[in-house]
DNA sequence: AATGAATGAGGGTTCATTCAT
DNA sequence: AATGAATGAACCCTCATTCAT
């Protein structure tokens, strides 16, 4: 009757986007405020819905986590395709930094994360989207000279996984971690 | 009812001592072959006591999953003394490789420790044979020119965990890790 | 507001007539693949109509299946009025036969029928039909002399739902039921 | 320390098999009571222990359920072999009328056990009882001419089939539907 | 010192039904 | 009349730990 292409079904369709947000929202929350003893009726009294609501939009505890750890992923993604991408030859640097200072603000987050999926990496949508800016960071860093010339997406995948540990266990100073995986172990020769 | 000197007694402990041997090992096995499935009582079981015994030893499940890290770690300390100490110069790099070959070889074991300790890093009487260890590697190491001079066991540590990680997750290939751990991310100047 | 002859009307409900069927149809053939299962959303879809329609229809999964149940139940009334009733002194027995067969046919809609009203019996509107049906069947084979005279409706339901109950839980062979039905079970006497 | 034979672990073991026949008292008498509404806490509450110690004894509410059903038919093998064997001739009739009133005192029960199991027929230890003890009825009342030569003890658990669901959902008089398994629907010629 | 039966809080998930649109 | 997202009570089962024997 009005606005031709938003039928009436739109709104419900909007409704519902909605509560996915808004349980998303709480969730990371609860997460992070609370660690793996957030329970899913508790994330539905936070998001204002019902348990069943939780449900319908996330069929498991599991598919909830892997949700709000896509979501964040993403929000890597998107800085990196920013922010980082402009500062070739250390593109690659404030990336890893970026992640540290993501995982260092959410510990108790990351730890529900890989208690509940076994890893730290993203495993849904975000994985492409992060893996193609990763991509194009190395690219770039490597056109500048600034990064050895065999390093691939895997190996910054991989090295990230070992920083959010790091992070995660608090086994050391990732600032520390990041400057040993920049450098290496080994003793540069003179010059 | 008593026996008159000593021997009841001493049998006693050696039994007490012989249990806590036999649920060590059982408990080891079965969280290598069933990660974080086994149950107390399936430990108990497996090492032919009840629980109370196994309780009596370990006084909860946590402190069970730490003696079983802590005398993995013991043996790798045990390495690095026997074998890793012998080669200056590349003392280092054995010892990662062999920390990556054991943990590659009980990665449900591995989780099992990540999940209840929150690190995979020795926590008991472990950690301080292990600490001298890796100490002396360094030292030996440095004095042979082939690592850089501020290394310390703390990073070596660190880097342990993400090697840790990296193997537990599967996230990448663990041998490329500890690569990339020893020579650094950024591009080598020529010579 | 209103519509000033009847057609939108007649359209409307012709629409909810045919909705309604459609339902019926989905349903059935829903508990008849998958049981107790079958969940309301699920006949819904199957029906390509909302849940909201469905309870529209029937006020309560209930009512939809008693109203599966009353269908087949006039199908079998039918049945018997086209057919039995023209075998006059084995009219009862083909009727017999002939439930047999569709329950054997349907073992899990029966089971459904039977876990939610707790019999197998009719109790809507095929009840009266049934009831007619069945006694016509019986007043004929009495008439022929084939069965004994003090058989009643009752009687008859009685034993269908003892039949029905030995096809759903396959207690036995079905046939055999019949025949002791109809044979009893003590010796006769010579002659 | 007191009887020479009953060493301290035989007391526990006592003691849970107490347990184990309290729980299924308990539950005998509420699924009596209350049908299927009855909860597993609930029947630990009323047998005085705790849930835990009702799912050691019986792995799933349908073991318990099916543990219940046994002791049940047990009781009848009890009577068929006590009783009604010292009837030749009339055996079988006290059989079904005794399994009649014991069903029909305890329709809510059996309505659970259909429901859980499926059937109504004794599954576990006691089939192997009753098998046995409805096996010499028959051979005893065929013996003595009272039924057909060919009755098998699969019809006659058939025929109890029926004679459940006949009670249980109260389809009609069931000291008719043994009078009509014994008689027969045919009309018996003269003499 | 050893045993193992008992405990019981805790938690994820389902699904018939409602109701705002 | 139709839609389908939302609701939330209900429920079974697990398992670390205790403690009487």
Redesign the interface.
């Known amino acids: 009757m009005s606005t031709p292409s938003t039928p009436t079904h739109r709104k419900t369709r909007a409704d519902a986007e909605r509560n996915r947000a808004r349980v998303l929202k709480a969730a990371r929350r609860l997460f992070h405020e609370h660690g793996d003893a957030v329970q899913m009726p508790e994330v539905a009294r936070a998001a204002g819905v019902g348990v069943g609501t939780v449900y319908r939009h996330f069929p498991s505890r599991q598919a909830l986590i892997a949700a709000v750890a896509d979501q964040r992923f993403g929000e890597i993604a998107e800085y990196a395709r920013t922010t980082c991408l402009h500062e070739p030859g250390r593109g690659?640097l404030l990336y890893l930094r970026h992640v540290g200072e993501v995982l260092a603000a959410d510990q108790r987050l990351s730890?529900v994360i890989?208690?509940t999926l076994?890893?730290?990496?993203p495993q849904g949508e975000a994985r492409a989207q992060l893996e193609e800016a990763v991509s194009s960071l190395i690219a770039r860093d490597?056109a500048a000279?600034?990064?050895?010339?065999d390093?691939t997406v895997?190996?910054v995948?991989?090295?990230v996984?070992?920083?959010?540990?790091?992070i995660r266990?608090?086994?050391?100073?990732w600032r520390?971690?990041i400057e040993?995986?920049?450098?290496?172990?080994?003793?540069?020769?003179p010059?």
């Open positions: 690659l730890a890989e208690a076994g890893a730290t990496a490597q000279g600034a990064i050895r010339a390093l895997g190996d995948y991989m090295l996984g070992g920083l959010s540990a790091t266990v608090g086994s050391g100073d520390r971690f040993l995986a920049c450098d290496g172990l080994r003793s540069r020769g010059r």
